[in-house]
């Protein structure tokens, strides 16, 4: 069984502050994914990273995929209210094509 | 969005009774998913399908079946509910790769 620990599990934070979030395994993925969630919603995609090492910005976001493919994260930068929400790692293991396995969650805050 | 709807959006129901969820798309994806979600625990995969007939089971799928007779539905069904299937449930396909989700039941069973 494939595992992604996220930390931290709640982040409190306030308008402005950078944060990041991480996403860490002993298991090898072909591919990771980050997506946000918001309350009496699902999950929405934001990003895929493919490549060991490969680094994508998303306006103030920035996901950066590990060297040896078994961690990743997720930098907020001068983070807005409009950041808050629930947010998940999840990972398409070699040889699993077909099923994800998401991580634990994050929950961040951001207050004005 | 990916045309994606569950019905019911909530239900409460009482422990042993039968409970059947729909997932219903508009796109013809092969892959559809059923998924649970529990404080502290993400997102966990309970059933999915590849095709019409074809499903196969996730992590936790132990009191739960699923059916699918055509490419547009996915039923879950839980056969005799217990407390700790109280949940958000999930429904979601794979397009390229990416999975897109459905709005979620939230079942209580009491």
């Known amino acids: 069984t494939q595992l992604l620990e996220q930390s931290p599990q709640f982040l409190s934070i306030q308008e402005g502050e950078n944060l990041t979030v991480y996403c860490n395994s002993s298991s090898v993925f072909s591919s990771l994914q980050w997506y946000r969630q918001e309350p009496g919603e699902g999950p929405v995609l934001l990003v895929t990273?493919?490549?060991?090492?490969e680094v994508k910005k998303l306006k103030r976001l920035t996901f950066q995929f590990g060297d040896a493919r078994k961690d990743s994260s997720l930098h907020i930068t001068a983070a807005q209210p409009g950041d808050t929400g629930l947010y998940l790692c999840?990972?398409?293991?070699?040889?699993?094509?077909?099923?994800?396995?998401f991580g634990t969650g994050t929950r961040l805050q951001v207050t004005l | 969005d990916a045309g994606i709807t569950q019905s019911p959006r909530h239900k409460v129901t009482e422990t042993g009774t039968p409970v059947t969820l729909r997932c219903h798309q508009t796109?013809?994806?092969?892959?559809m998913y059923w998924y649970r979600q529990d404080p502290g625990h993400g997102l966990r995969l309970i059933h999915y399908s590849y095709g019409v007939k074809d499903t196969d089971k996730g992590e936790v799928s132990d009191g739960y079946s699923v059916s699918r007779s055509k490419t547009e539905d996915f039923l879950l069904t839980l056969e005799s509910a217990t407390s700790s299937q109280t949940s958000v449930y999930f429904c979601?396909?794979?397009?390229?790769?990416?999975?897109?989700f459905g709005p979620g039941t939230r079942l209580t069973v009491t």
């Open positions: 796109e013809n994806h092969r892959y």
């Open positions: 979601a396909i794979t397009a390229l790769g990416e999975q897109y």
């Open positions: 999840a990972g398409y293991g070699t040889g699993t094509a077909s099923k994800l396995t």
């Open positions: 990273v493919v490549t060991g090492g």
